[in-house]
Nanobody, 124 residues
Framework: QVQLVESGGGLVQAGDSLRLSCAASGRAFSSYAVGWFRQAPGKEREFVGHITWSGVNTYYLDSVKGRFTISRDNAKNTVYLQMNMLKPEDMAVYYC?????????????????WGQGTQVTVSP
């Protein structure tokens, strides 16, 4: 069993940066792919990006490419989402999710464990 806890959300202005963290329990976490998703009010939860178990490969939603970076520190059982040049349209609750597989995915139902989410608010 893996438990995920996101942190680092907050209120920022457009153009600012935030780094979200996803801390995990469980020794197997280092072998799991991890994804970040977000859900804005009134919208469906959407894929933002993912990282393989090794951290070598990442993949992003087109609208965040070049602005967001996912990394991981398996020694700390933590995955990060660095968000730069934030825009009002990035405002959402951000969730991390872990997949009991080394191979990541882009859809919600591929992931086995979810955190509770952290709110990111971006003012114009």
């Amino acid at each position: 069993q893996v438990q995920l806890v996101e942190s680092g959300g907050g209120l920022v202005q457009a153009g600012d940066s935030l780094r979200l963290s996803c801390a995990a329990s469980g020794r197997a976490f280092s072998s799991y792919a991890v994804g970040w998703f977000r859900q804005a009010p009134g919208k469906e939860r959407e894929f933002v990006g993912h990282i393989t178990w090794s951290g070598v490969n990442t993949y992003y939603l087109d609208s965040v490419k070049g602005r967001f970076t996912i990394s991981r520190d398996n020694a700390k059982n933590t995955v990060y989402l660095q968000m730069n040049m934030l825009k009002p349209e990035d405002m959402a609750v951000y969730y991390c999710a872990a997949k009991r597989s080394a191979r990541p995915g882009t859809t919600l139902n591929e992931y086995d464990y979810w955190g509770q989410g952290t709110q990111v608010t971006v003012s114009p």
